[in-house]
């Protein structure tokens, strides 16, 4: 399991990215029929002309690309499905969603081999991105990224999904700086009290990672996304992966020993004691006991933010 992540390949585009001939199936989403020219629907891919390549995830590409007619400018992503992956289900999750803190889908392209995401640009990149290049991030900075993240999750939840894959690679920053959440690929709709096991093992909570010492329950997976926010705004305040100690090999029994074992979370001596107790608060290991997303919206550490 990787714990630090290489960064993605966002290397300018070159001669070699295949221009979009489609034939599949497509459908439009959310507020696709809007006249504005920021929701317009997309009718085919073949209306999108690829410019560059965003990023690279573990199933596909992102590319950035313009509509050929109002210049507008998305994010493509495609991805390669195939028997294990839960693309369908990420497909389903984004035609259900309309809020301003997460990233909005235009359009989702099915066919044999490939899915398509036509998805709103966020031109900062992630997260993850923004950590490697500023390498920490101020308390005010933290306490409004917080605040928009909780306010993601508040909307999640009201609609029953648990992202499952909370991490600075999946927060993006737009061109105005906000913080949105994306990437479904490891959500689930827990209607039914189904929660995955996908994700990515560095965020992930501790009754997740040892389901026999810290038990698992119905709405139990809403908790692991607060645990995951906890270590986000921790890492970005302390400038990397908070749970390990410098020059820890970064392998699974490491971060089991990390997420399960340890009694206490390093918090530097810098954070203000509201930080403190938000962080705290996420990062508490029995899930029963962790405050929930409306709690720490409650919190004056995000609160008015
Ligand atoms: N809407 C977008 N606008 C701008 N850049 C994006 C957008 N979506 C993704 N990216 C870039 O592409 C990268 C890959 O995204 P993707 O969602 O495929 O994978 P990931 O979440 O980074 O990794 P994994 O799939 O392994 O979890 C992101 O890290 C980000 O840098």
């Known amino acids: 399991m990787t714990l630090v992540r290489e960064r993605r390949h966002q290397e300018p585009l070159t001669l070699s990215i295949p221009p979009l001939i489609y034939h599949g199936t497509a459908f439009s989403v959310a507020s696709s029929s809007s006249s504005s020219p920021e929701t317009s629907p997309i009718q085919t891919l073949n209306d999108l002309e690829k410019l560059s390549v965003l990023g690279q995830g573990s199933g596909g590409t992102v590319y950035k690309t313009r509509h050929r007619r109002t210049k507008t400018l998305y994010a493509l992503k495609v991805l390669r499905p195939n028997l294990n992956t839960t693309v369908t289900v990420e497909a389903d999750i984004l035609k259900r969603i309309e809020s301003s803190f ?21 031109e900062k990149g992630s997260l993850h991105d923004a950590l490697l290049a500023q390498q920490v991030f101020s308390e005010p900075m933290v306490s409004s990224l917080a605040n928009r993240i909780l306010q993601g999750l508040r909307y999640l939840q009201k609609m029953g999904i648990v992202h499952g894959d909370i991490k600075p690679s999946n927060l993006l920053i737009n061109k105005k700086g906000e913080v949105k959440i994306a990437d479904f690929g490891a959500s689930r709709i827990v209607a039914g009290g189904d929660y995955g096991s996908n994700g990515t093992c560095a965020y992930m909570s501790p009754e997740r990672v040892d389901l026999e010492k810290w038990g698992f329950g119905g709405e139990v997976g ?19 992966y908070p749970l390990t100690k410098v020059g820890d090999k970064p392998d699974w029994a490491t971060l089991f020993c990390a997420i399960c074992c340890n009694e206490k979370v390093d918090i530097p001596v810098s954070c203000s004691l509201e930080f403190r107790d938000f962080v705290g608060r996420c990062l508490e290991k029995d899930w029963r006991k962790r405050d929930t997303v409306e709690e720490l919206l409650r919190h004056s550490f995000v609160k008015n933010r």
């Open 102 to 122: 997460i990233i909005k889908c235009y359009a989702v392209f099915v066919s044999l081999y490939d899915l398509c995401f036509v998805m709103e640009l966020m």
């Open 222 to 240: 809403f908790a692991g996304d607060v645990w995951s926010l906890g270590v986000v705004v921790l890492e970005c305040y302390i400038g990397r």
